[in-house]
């Protein structure tokens, strides 16, 4: 779990939340190949930031120094799932890690590692029963390689805006 020598790995607070914003939005025009016009979008995210803050942990690498500044470089979360309780077994959980993203120039330099590094150390804290995500086809591999493996075809999705 150990961050790389020209950047650091920390849990996310509200003092993050616009550079968070900002990594998402560099997400999604990284993939468009564009810019995105949504002004609104940095207020929706708080939004979401605040409501999601109680089940998510997030965490941000950032480069830079407290005196100079500090410019985030990438992040991921990982939202808990609380299974029910039944009769004659305790209840549990499960971490369902999502949202990853590095910025491109940094994606060689450890930070994808290090992020996952400090996840996979919450879930063993938090005793998750299971660590699960739904990688791209890129990133597969670089989950397998961290130790994740297949969980079979047993999911199901349904998209409620399409009529059975």
Do not use: C, K
């Not at 509200?14 to 810019?35: C, I, K, M």
């Not at 990438?74 to 209840?91: C, D, K, T």
């Not at 450890?110 to 992020?115: E, F």
Request: net charge positive; no cysteine; charged share 25%.
């Amino acid at each position: 779990m150990a961050d790389g020598p020209d950047f650091t790995v920390r849990v996310a607070d509200e003092r993050d939340v616009d550079a968070l914003a900002r990594l998402r939005r560099a997400w999604l025009e990284e993939r468009a190949g564009r810019p995105v016009d949504d002004p609104a979008f940095e207020a929706s995210f708080a939004q979401w930031w605040r409501t999601e803050l109680p089940r998510r942990t997030f965490w941000i690498a950032e480069t830079g120094t407290e005196r100079a500044g500090y410019t985030a470089v990438g992040s991921l979360n990982v939202v808990e799932i609380a299974h029910m309780p039944r009769p004659g077994a305790r209840g549990g959980a499960i971490g369902h890690v999502g949202n990853a993203f590095v910025i491109a120039a940094w994606a060689d330099r450890g930070v994808p590692r290090a992020l996952l590094g400090h996840a996979v150390a919450h879930a063993r804290q938090r005793r998750y029963r299971r660590l699960v995500l739904a990688p791209t086809p890129g990133s597969a591999p670089f989950y397998r390689r961290a130790g994740f493996a297949p969980a079979g075809e047993s999911l199901l999705v349904l998209d409620p805006a399409v009529p059975a």
